[in-house]
């Protein structure tokens, strides 16, 4: 479920604007990927990072706390977070932990 | 009740990691890190840290933290007064506006307010405090409830538990090492001493100065080319030190005699394996064999040695390697009644006795070792300096090593007897 799966956080777009792909599961191994991936793009000067949960199945502990801290990253740059195609359990999860309060939810 | 019981299961999934977490073998910074994030994620608090107490410098080491200030301070120092109460405290959270009244909220109180600190945790395990975990707000902007505070407190005892682990680890390797450091002092010490009886030994005989050394050096030699282990090999130079400490019982007069001594001062000086034997059989040696090898170095596979008349299988290994280690040694230096015998002699002289007085494969693993050196194999120069440069470059000195180690039957002849 986790780590075998394919990266999928490589990032489009122009440099205002990334995408990152979460994968199915997002834990430690895939979210450290996605923090990394993330913080490359808002170095770059990326203003507006999607994170695109169309693949993302399940989201434990790890990965929530993971988020919280791409979040927390972008606001010190001043950049927004989106949250992309968002599975409807996930999005209760965040709803219910606080997380969609700092962030958008968009349906591409 | 649906989000009641979606909260219960995310939790409950942080605990039970957690619990995996603290007690897999990976790195301590990684374990902190891991346990960090899943009690950040169980409860999506926005920032928190992980210190670890250090009770020598009585401050917080930070080893994990996320979302605080680049400033936030790494190390933070605490007074006896702080210690007291968070001893007091527990595991419970403490409100950071609440505190104020110890010393380390005013302190750091910049800091604090700054990374947007809301609760410190103390992390006492067996009333011992261990570290402190730091937590800012939920990502809700709610106040804590007193489940979530029950969720904390129940997630750092986990973790006091992994940093108590790992203290108690680094106290144990702490201790191996000197440990380690102790006998390695008592190893030097009791090898000294070893090379003083043996010099002591050597001293007695004026013709054969540097023996017991030297039968040391080839005993380890011939070890080595027999692939014992580092501690055997060692044995074996030990045992070739002190070979011949019997000696030391021996009348000069008898050891240095400079003829064919008669039957009675034989009796005398035979003894001396035995006498070797008693001298060292009381005393503890790291390596067990050595006063078998100064007891039996003088038996003879064909059972024609001395003091016991042994056979074969019945000689310890390791008297065996000194008897030849002996024995070459004898041949190749100076004696009162005898100049030492060219190579030439002294390898057919191995040859012929191998499988009467010497074990073959012993012979061979001195032959090979030899021969190692003189061929450039083996880059060390320790039969050189042992018998003199001019020794070893006896003109066909190779061939005739050759020549001998071809000779050599596989195995004993009396193998079987015995």
């Known amino acids: 479920m986790d780590g075998d799966v394919p990266m999928n956080a490589a990032s489009e777009g122009a440099s205002k604007q990334a995408v990152v792909y979460a994968t199915d599961y997002l834990n430690k191994l895939s979210g450290e990927k996605i923090e990394r991936e993330c913080k490359t793009r808002l170095q770059e000067g990326c203003d507006e990072l999607i994170l695109n949960f169309s693949q993302t199945e399940l989201v434990n502990s790890v990965g929530v706390s993971i988020l919280l801290g791409i979040i927390d990253s972008a606001a010190v740059r001043g950049a927004r977070v989106v949250f992309s195609d968002v599975k409807e359990d996930t999005v209760e999860l965040f709803d219910m932990l606080g997380v969609t309060k700092h962030v958008s939810l968009r349906e591409s | 009740?649906?989000?009641?019981?979606?909260?219960?299961?995310?939790?409950?999934?942080?605990?039970?990691?957690?619990?995996?977490?603290?007690?897999?073998?990976?790195?301590?910074?990684?374990?902190?890190?891991?346990?960090?994030?899943?009690?950040?994620?169980?409860?999506?608090?926005?920032?928190?840290?992980?210190?670890?107490?250090?009770?020598?410098?009585?401050?917080?080491?930070?080893?994990?933290?996320?979302?605080?200030?680049?400033?936030?301070?790494?190390?933070?120092?605490?007074?006896?007064?702080?210690?007291?109460?968070?001893?007091?405290?527990?595991?419970?959270?403490?409100?950071?506006?609440?505190?104020?009244?110890?010393?380390?909220?005013?302190?750091?109180?910049?800091?604090?307010?700054?990374?947007?600190?809301?609760?410190?945790?103390?992390?006492?395990?067996?009333?011992?405090?261990?570290?402190?975990?730091?937590?800012?707000?939920?990502?809700?902007?709610?106040?804590?409830?007193?489940?979530?505070?029950?969720?904390?407190?129940?997630?750092?005892?986990?973790?006091?538990?992994?940093?108590?682990?790992?203290?108690?680890?680094?106290?144990?390797?702490?201790?191996?090492?000197?440990?380690?450091?102790?006998?390695?002092?008592?190893?030097?010490?009791?090898?000294?001493?070893?090379?003083?009886?043996?010099?002591?030994?050597?001293?007695?005989?004026?013709?054969?100065?540097?023996?017991?050394?030297?039968?040391?050096?080839?005993s380890e030699i011939i070890a080595e080319e027999l692939g014992w282990k580092e501690q055997e090999v060692e044995g074996a130079a030990v045992a070739g030190y002190l070979h011949d400490i019997g000696k030391i019982t021996v009348e000069r007069k008898i050891i240095n005699a400079p003829y064919r001594i008669n039957a009675k001062e034989s009796s005398e000086l035979?003894?001396?394996?035995?006498?070797?034997?008693?001298?060292?059989?009381?005393?503890?040696?790291?390596?067990?064999?050595?006063?078998?090898?100064?007891?039996?170095?003088?038996?003879?596979?064909?059972?024609?040695?001395?003091?016991?008349?042994?056979?074969?299988?019945?000689?310890?290994?390791?008297?065996?390697?000194?008897?030849?280690?002996?024995?070459?040694?004898?041949?190749?230096?100076?004696?009162?009644?005898?100049?030492?015998?060219?190579?030439?002699?002294?390898?057919?002289d191995l040859q012929r006795n191998s499988g009467k007085q010497f074990a073959p494969e012993i012979v061979q693993a001195f032959f090979k070792g030899m021969y190692n050196e003189l061929t450039g194999v083996s880059k060390e120069k320790r039969f050189r300096r042992l018998l003199g440069r001019e020794y070893m470059e006896t003109e066909g000195i190779i061939p005739m090593l050759t020549n001998a180690m071809n000779g050599i039957a596989p195995a004993s002849n009396l193998t079987f007897l015995h």
């Open chain 2, 270 to 348: 035979n003894k001396h394996p035995g006498v070797g034997y008693e001298i060292l059989m009381p005393i503890s040696h790291p390596y067990s064999d050595v006063p078998l090898a100064a007891k039996y170095h003088h038996e003879r596979l064909d059972g024609r040695g001395y003091p016991d008349g042994l056979f074969d299988r019945e000689i310890p290994y390791i008297a065996k390697i000194v008897n030849l280690a002996d024995s070459f040694d004898a041949m190749t230096t100076d004696r009162p009644y005898k100049r030492r015998r060219p190579a030439n002699e002294v390898f057919a």
């Open chain 2, 1 to 218: 009740m649906a989000d009641e019981r979606n909260r219960l299961i995310h939790t409950f999934g942080a605990l039970a990691e957690l619990g995996e977490e603290v007690s897999n073998k990976q790195s301590f910074q990684d374990t902190m890190r891991t346990s960090l994030h899943l009690l950040l994620g169980s409860l999506a608090i926005m920032r928190g840290g992980v210190a670890r107490y250090s009770p020598f410098g009585h401050e917080l080491n930070m080893l994990a933290m996320r979302g605080f200030r680049d400033d936030f301070p790494i190390a933070l120092s605490l007074c006896q007064e702080d210690e007291r109460q968070f001893l007091a405290n527990g595991l419970y959270p403490i409100e950071v506006s609440q505190a104020k009244v110890l010393p380390f909220f005013q302190v750091y109180d910049h800091s604090f307010e700054q990374s947007g600190l809301e609760l410190f945790v103390p992390l006492v395990v067996h009333e011992e405090p261990v570290g402190a975990v730091f937590l800012g707000q939920k990502a809700t902007g709610e106040p804590y409830t007193s489940y979530d505070r029950e969720i904390i407190c129940a997630m750092a005892r986990h973790i006091g538990v992994a940093i108590l682990q790992r203290n108690m680890m680094a106290e144990l390797e702490r201790r191996a090492e000197e440990n380690r450091k102790l006998y390695e002092n008592l190893r030097m010490t009791y090898n000294d001493t070893v090379k003083a009886f043996a010099a002591a030994i050597d001293r007695k005989d004026k013709y054969t100065e540097g023996h017991s050394v030297r039968v040391g050096k080839y």
